[in-house]
C-alpha cells in the first residue's frame, strides 16, 4: 500500500519506467498510463517482454557469479526498479547470507514497495535510497552507511544509463561510481541497443519520449563496452543478455546488451 505522502508526488497519468517495466514482467503496481504505453510498444515490438524477462535472468546471472565464484558481499543496485521475484538482494545472500545490499531509485511507489519488501536475511543488510542516478554523491554519501566502500563492492546499473542521453554525462556517472570503490569491485551494465530489430526499437523509443516521464536513449555495443574503459571485461563481453553465461536458457537475442568487469 502506497502511503498517502507518496500518493501526492506520484503521476499516475504519465507513464514511467519502473512501472511499465513491472507490467511487462507480470506485475500489478502500475497505472493506466503505464499499460497503454506497453500495449502500444507490444504492438509492433512483442519481443518486449520476452527482453524484460530475459533482462531479470540476466541479474540474477551475474548476482550469482559475484557472490559466489566472486566472492562479492557489498551490491550498489542503482535504478532498482519496483521489486518482484529474485531481487539481488535475494540473489546474492542465498549464496552469502551475510551480503549487504544498497538499492537506489527515485520514483515514490518503488520507495514503498522497498520499504515493505526488500527486506536482509538477519546475517546481512539491505537499505534504499531515494535518489536520482545523476546525484553521486548522494547516492555514495547515503550508500556508505550500509556498506563499507573501502572493500570491493559490485555496482549494478540495469536499464538504467539509458535515461541519461547525454554521452558524456553517462560516462562521467560512471567513472564516479567505479572510482568510489577499491580494486576487485565489479561493474554490471545492461542497456537498449538497435542490434536485433533496429526498426522496433527506433519507434519505441520515439514513442516513450514523446509521453514518457524521462526521456531515454540506445547506444551501439560498441558505446556500451566504453562504460568498462580501463576494467577487466569478463568473458563473453558485451552481447545480448540472453547470452551472457546463459546456464540453458532460451538463448534468443534481446535488445538489451550488456556486459560484467571488474576493476583491476
Given at each position: 500500500?502506497?502511503?498517502?505522502?507518496?500518493?501526492?508526488?506520484?503521476?499516475?497519468?504519465?507513464?514511467?519506467?519502473?512501472?511499465?517495466?513491472?507490467?511487462?514482467?507480470?506485475?500489478?503496481d502500475n497505472f493506466a498510463a503505464d499499460r497503454?504505453?506497453?500495449?502500444?510498444?507490444?504492438?509492433?515490438?512483442?519481443?518486449?517482454?520476452?527482453?524484460?524477462?530475459?533482462?531479470?535472468?540476466?541479474?540474477?546471472?551475474?548476482?550469482?557469479?559475484?557472490?559466489?565464484?566472486?566472492?562479492?558481499?557489498?551490491?550498489?543496485?542503482?535504478?532498482?526498479?519496483?521489486?518482484?521475484?529474485?531481487?539481488?538482494?535475494?540473489?546474492?545472500?542465498?549464496?552469502?547470507?551475510?551480503?549487504?545490499?544498497?538499492?537506489?531509485?527515485?520514483?515514490?511507489?518503488?520507495?514503498?514497495?522497498?520499504?515493505?519488501?526488500?527486506?536482509?536475511?538477519?546475517?546481512?543488510?539491505?537499505?534504499?535510497?531515494?535518489a536520482d542516478i545523476r546525484d553521486t554523491a548522494?547516492?555514495?554519501a547515503a550508500a556508505a552507511e550500509t556498506l563499507?566502500?573501502?572493500?570491493?563492492?559490485?555496482?549494478?546499473?540495469?536499464?538504467?544509463?539509458?535515461?541519461?542521453?547525454?554521452?558524456?554525462?553517462?560516462?562521467?556517472?560512471?567513472?564516479?561510481?567505479?572510482?568510489?570503490?577499491?580494486?576487485?569491485?565489479?561493474?554490471?551494465?545492461?542497456?537498449?541497443?538497435?542490434?536485433?530489430?533496429?526498426?522496433?526499437?527506433?519507434?519505441?523509443?520515439?514513442?516513450?519520449?514523446?509521453?514518457?516521464?524521462?526521456?531515454?536513449?540506445?547506444?551501439?555495443?560498441?558505446?556500451?563496452?566504453?562504460?568498462?574503459?580501463?576494467?577487466?571485461?569478463?568473458?563473453?563481453?558485451?552481447?545480448?543478455?540472453?547470452?551472457?553465461?546463459?546456464?540453458?536458457?532460451?538463448?534468443?537475442?534481446?535488445?538489451?546488451?550488456?556486459?560484467?568487469?571488474?576493476?583491476?
Amino acid at each position: 500500500m502506497v502511503a498517502d505522502d507518496e500518493i501526492a508526488k506520484l503521476d499516475t497519468t504519465v507513464a514511467h519506467s519502473a512501472r511499465l517495466w513491472n507490467y511487462l514482467l507480470g506485475g500489478k503496481d502500475n497505472f493506466a498510463a503505464d499499460r497503454e504505453a506497453a500495449e502500444q510498444v507490444l504492438a509492433f515490438m512483442p519481443e518486449l517482454v520476452q527482453s524484460a524477462r530475459f533482462n531479470r535472468q540476466f541479474l540474477g546471472r551475474a548476482v550469482r557469479h559475484l557472490a559466489g565464484e566472486a566472492k562479492v558481499r557489498q551490491f550498489l543496485d542503482i535504478g532498482t526498479g519496483l521489486p518482484t521475484a529474485d531481487n539481488t538482494h535475494e540473489v546474492a545472500q542465498h549464496t552469502a547470507p551475510e551480503s549487504r545490499v544498497v538499492y537506489v531509485d527515485n520514483d515514490p511507489m518503488v520507495l514503498v514497495h522497498a520499504r515493505a519488501l526488500l527486506t536482509s536475511r538477519p546475517e546481512g543488510a539491505t537499505d534504499y535510497i531515494d535518489a536520482d542516478i545523476r546525484d553521486t554523491a548522494r547516492i555514495l554519501a547515503a550508500a556508505a552507511e550500509t556498506l563499507d566502500l573501502s572493500q570491493p563492492v559490485a555496482i549494478m546499473l540495469l536499464g538504467i544509463l539509458n535515461f541519461v542521453v547525454d554521452d558524456a554525462e553517462a560516462q562521467g556517472i560512471v567513472r564516479t561510481l567505479v572510482d568510489a570503490v577499491p580494486s576487485g569491485s565489479y561493474l554490471v551494465i545492461s542497456h537498449p541497443t538497435r542490434e536485433v530489430n533496429p526498426e522496433a526499437v527506433d519507434r519505441a523509443v520515439q514513442m516513450w519520449n514523446a509521453g514518457g516521464a524521462a526521456p531515454m536513449a540506445v547506444r551501439t555495443p560498441g558505446e556500451i563496452e566504453s562504460y568498462f574503459d580501463g576494467l577487466e571485461l569478463l568473458t563473453p563481453g558485451v552481447l545480448t543478455v540472453s547470452h551472457w553465461r546463459p546456464d540453458g536458457n532460451d538463448e534468443t537475442p534481446a535488445s538489451e546488451f550488456c556486459g560484467v568487469a571488474r576493476k583491476p
